[in-house]
């Protein structure tokens, strides 16, 4: 089924993980990558609006993990597509697997499952869907805070630092959207997070908490109705109240 976010915005997803499609005219952004395994999900969207995967001209990426990154370097080798990423995030690219030493994440994954067993759906659910098989990316091209990507949607780059050290948010003012990728998100198996309030992702996936919510402020100047998060439903109304929830809700 295609699901219509936007005017030129669709998103792909398997109720874990949701990555985006941006249409300008015969053109296509993905936003995120999502898992290998989702690649018919993706290429049964695309038809579903008269488009195929040789129709995508850029990958842009949120940040640099597995389930973030998937498809990219598939789409990159098959369709040619230029592969987008913050500087600050482009060597995590190329060992996907094992997360540089300057952007592990805060806490443990093992010693949280051993306190919440129920939470070991997600690991599972990213095993089942090829995350642990990701390929290394081998060409990409790094961005910085305050571009304007050339490419379909011409999204602009705001960066958002702590979740990973490159993460970023992208916002399409034609659109009035900001793809946020894991900077907010309406879904957290690990806590078990599931709705329309905004959150950060907690300790176990994020590098640095404490920065995750300082770089918050940074969305809080943007004209948009409409938060595509990296996981969960979008949240429709203004950024700044997202934040403000965001900001308020144990992490």
Known sequence: ??????????????????????????????????????????????????????????????????????????????????????????????????????????????????????????????????????????????????????VPGRPRVVAVPGHTPGSVAFHVPAQGAVFTGDALVTHDGLVGLTGTEPQIIGPVFTHDTAQARTSLEALTSLDAGLLLPGHGDPFHGDVTDAVAQARHTPS
């Open 1 to 150: 089924m295609v699901t219509k976010v936007a005017s030129d915005v669709y998103r792909v997803g398997d109720g874990m993980v949701s990555f985006y499609v941006l249409v300008e005219g015969a053109d296509l952004t993905l936003v995120d990558a999502g898992l290998p395994a989702h690649y018919g999900l993706l290429t049964a969207t695309l038809e579903g609006i008269g488009r195929s995967v040789q129709d995508v001209r850029a990958v842009i990426l949120t940040h640099a993990h597995l389930d973030h990154v998937g498809l990219a370097e598939r789409l990159r080798q098959e369709t040619g597509a230029t592969v987008w990423v913050h500087a600050r995030d482009k060597a995590a690219l190329s060992t996907p697997l094992k997360p540089p030493v300057d952007a592990k994440p805060e806490s443990g994954l093992g010693r949280y499952l051993l306190r919440h067993p129920t939470a070991l759906r997600v690991p599972l659910h990213l095993a089942r869907s090829g995350a642990f098989r990701t390929p290394a990316v081998t060409s990409a091209s790094p961005f910085d805070d305050g571009m304007t990507l050339d």
